[in-house]
């Protein structure tokens, strides 16, 4: 390509609300122009660069095995109303009635549509499992679009949307997104943390944020360097030590009791021992068992047991398991067998919570109706919502906090969308199941914008080679010089036979402005054809670390490939 021939028209001075470094760069470097709030042209610099980016995602997500798609932006209402998302997405939908008066709206998201489209289309367990994604334009009318292209009410979003038979399956389909996620995130040279977040209004049980870490992130992360517990501060949790010393003073002196019969146990709990449905714990000398039941959802008790205790694993009884040994009626989450202490979480409320089973972590091995303030318990410490400073949940040691970028957000949808929509398969037995879902998504045009924060300095954009719209700039030192002319013309052709993206900078300027722009726009590598190709050599520049080195011109090739 020759400057000459080309669009990139270049900046000096951006307005005002260009607040962002990115912004800023994408206006002056000339990748973006913006057409109204929040709504933006992408220009042939910045259209080359997200093709790159846009290139990696779909290579990653194919390797993989998703499948792409392409679906359209316009969707009709009644896909929603099924979902009820039309009622509940509120004002950043953007809305729209056709000529006969029905309902649309230009799609934020797409789990309706690709719902649709599978229960249609697939019918048996044979079919399964699948994961299909587009790259396409979404719609959001947000209430402050800002930071350009960061924040926008039009962008290009990759969006997966995988379809198993059960949990299982989402759970290997989950993890093989997480991987190709990183590799993508790895090969846009950004630097970025993982964090477990909010499930907000998509739903579902498990999600993951991809947070590039910047100073202009609108999100709050905070995460522990030692164990590396990451968390959105939405969902980040701390132990509160304040709730634990004080309830740990209160209970410091108290002992377990040595209860080995039933009667022991009665008469510790001040209750006959007929009352005592179902009972004998110990299960050996040195360490006693408890379990209790936790009020709330499972899954979520699971996760926040987890953190509290720092353990990997935790099985939670099913409400099957606990009625079939404790008789205690269903509508618990379940269980839990931890050595000598009962560990209680409940959304920051511990005295709500009054019946408990206690017990081996066997069958048969069980109380209930056991009262908290009679029995011994330590109260490990109640779990807030965490701040930098705090103690981290996992490992005890402090958080740290920072603020990031939301690139990618990876979420387990299970069976929210298939039940709503209806979208079943026949197993093995010929039985009619939902299937199991999740949903992947990563911002195409604001990974753009988080490449550029964090890859610029004071003379503009520092792209990595292969990100970078040109690999290479040619400059010729003055375009009238004839000599110097047809050397650079001859330099640039050679280039592009060796397939090197290069840009012939032919147009009759001072060196010194096509250095900026150059420097601006951030090609990796100048050329300059000057002086020297009277001794038969050429200036490579590098611009980041602005390097310079004198080559051969036969060398060149060698030199840049
Ligand atoms: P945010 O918290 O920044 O509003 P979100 O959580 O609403 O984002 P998701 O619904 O998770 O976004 O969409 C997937 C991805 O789409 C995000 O991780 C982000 O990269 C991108 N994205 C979302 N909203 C915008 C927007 N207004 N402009 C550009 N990219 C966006
Ligand atoms: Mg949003
Ligand atoms: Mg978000
Ligand atoms: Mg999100």
């Known amino acids: 390509m020759k400057t000459s021939k080309y669009f990139m028209p270049t900046l000096r001075e951006v307005s005002s609300d260009a607040e962002t470094i990115s912004h800023q760069l994408m206006l002056r470097a000339g990748l973006i122009r913006k057409q109204a709030a929040g709504i933006y042209t992408y220009l042939p610099l910045g259209f080359k660069v997200l093709k790159k980016i846009e290139n990696i995602v779909r290579e990653e997500m194919e390797r993989s095995g998703a499948v792409e798609i392409l679906a359209s932006a316009l969707q009709n209402a009644e896909l929603w109303q099924e979902s009820h998302r039309w009622y509940e997405y509120g004002a950043e939908m953007f809305r729209l009635q056709d000529r006969h008066g029905r309902d649309f709206c230009l799609g934020p998201t797409h789990e309706e549509i690709f719902t649709d489209l599978i229960r249609n289309n697939i019918s048996s367990y044979r079919q399964l499992p699948l994961n299909l994604f587009q790259i396409q334009t979404k719609y959001r009318d947000e209430k402050r679009p800002r930071f350009g292209v960061i924040r926008s009410r039009e962008f290009i979003m990759?969006?997966?949307?995988?379809?198993?038979?059960?949990?299982?399956?989402?759970?290997?389909?989950?993890?093989?997104?997480?991987?190709?996620?990183?590799?993508?995130?790895?090969?846009?040279?950004?630097?970025?943390?993982?964090?477990?977040?909010?499930?907000?209004?998509?739903?579902?049980?498990?999600?993951?944020?991809?947070?590039?870490?910047?100073?202009?992130?609108?999100?709050?992360?905070?995460?522990?360097?030692?164990?590396?517990?990451?968390?959105?501060?939405?969902?980040?949790?701390?132990?509160?030590?304040?709730?634990?010393?004080?309830?740990?003073?209160?209970?410091?002196?108290?002992?377990?009791?040595?209860?080995?019969?039933?009667?022991?146990?009665?008469?510790?709990?001040?209750?006959?021992?007929?009352?005592?449905?179902?009972?004998?714990?110990?299960?050996?000398?040195?360490?006693?068992?408890?379990?209790?039941?936790?009020?709330?959802?499972?899954?979520?008790?699971?996760?926040?047991?987890?953190?509290?205790?720092?353990?990997?694993?935790?099985?939670?009884?099913?409400?099957?398991?606990?009625?079939?040994?404790?008789?205690?009626?269903?509508?618990?989450?379940?269980?839990?067998?931890?050595?000598?202490?009962?560990?209680?979480?409940?959304?920051?409320?511990?005295?709500?919570?009054?019946?408990?089973?206690?017990?081996?972590?066997?069958?048969?091995?069980?109380?209930?109706n056991v009262n908290l303030n009679e029995f011994n318990v330590n109260i490990y410490g109640d779990i807030k919502n965490a701040e930098e400073g705090d103690s981290c949940i996992k490992c005890g040691n402090k958080l740290s906090s920072s603020k990031g970028i939301e690139v990618g957000h990876i979420f387990k949808l299970g069976t929210k969308y298939s039940k709503l929509l209806k979208a079943t398969y026949l197993d093995k037995n010929g039985k009619e199941q939902p299937m199991v879902m999740g949903c992947y998504g990563i911002g195409i045009t604001r990974t753009l914008a988080a490449i550029i924060e964090q890859n610029n300095d004071e003379d503009g954009i520092c792209w990595p080679k292969h990100l970078a719209p040109f690999e290479v700039a040619v400059i010729p030192v003055n375009i009238k010089d004839e000599e110097q002319a047809d050397l650079a013309q001859k330099i640039y052709e050679d280039l592009k036979n060796n397939n090197i993206d290069v840009l012939l900078d032919d147009r009759d300027e001072r060196v010194g402005v096509k250095f900026k722009d150059i420097d601006l726009i951030g090609i990796p590598l100048k050329i300059v054809v000057g002086k020297k190709i009277s001794e038969g050599q050429v200036e490579l520049k590098f611009r980041i670390g602005k390097e310079t080195k004198l080559v051969n011109i036969e060398d060149i090739i060698e030199e840049v490939k």
């Open 158 to 368: 990759k969006d997966a949307y995988s379809f198993d038979v059960d949990e299982e399956g989402l759970n290997k389909s989950y993890e093989e997104m997480y991987k190709a996620y990183r590799r993508i995130f790895d090969r846009c040279n950004l630097k970025y943390q993982v964090v477990e977040a909010d499930t907000g209004n998509i739903g579902g049980s498990s999600s993951h944020e991809f947070m590039v870490i910047s100073e202009v992130g609108e999100d709050s992360l905070i995460f522990c360097d030692s164990c590396g517990y990451s968390a959105n501060v939405e969902k980040a949790q701390a132990v509160d030590r304040e709730f634990e010393s004080q309830t740990i003073k209160k209970k410091e002196k108290v002992h377990t009791p040595n209860i080995k019969t039933i009667d022991d146990l009665a008469q510790f709990l001040s209750i006959e021992s007929s009352k005592i449905l179902k009972a004998v714990f110990y299960t050996d000398e040195k360490s006693r068992t408890f379990m209790c039941l936790l009020p709330g959802d499972r899954e979520v008790n699971e996760i926040k047991l987890k953190k509290l205790l720092g353990i990997k694993e935790i099985n939670l009884a099913s409400e099957e398991e606990i009625y079939r040994v404790t008789k205690c009626k269903p509508g618990f989450s379940g269980p839990i067998g931890i050595d000598k202490e009962v560990f209680i979480v409940a959304d920051n409320e511990v005295k709500t919570m009054t019946n408990f089973v206690v017990g081996a972590n066997e069958e048969d091995y069980h109380i209930i």
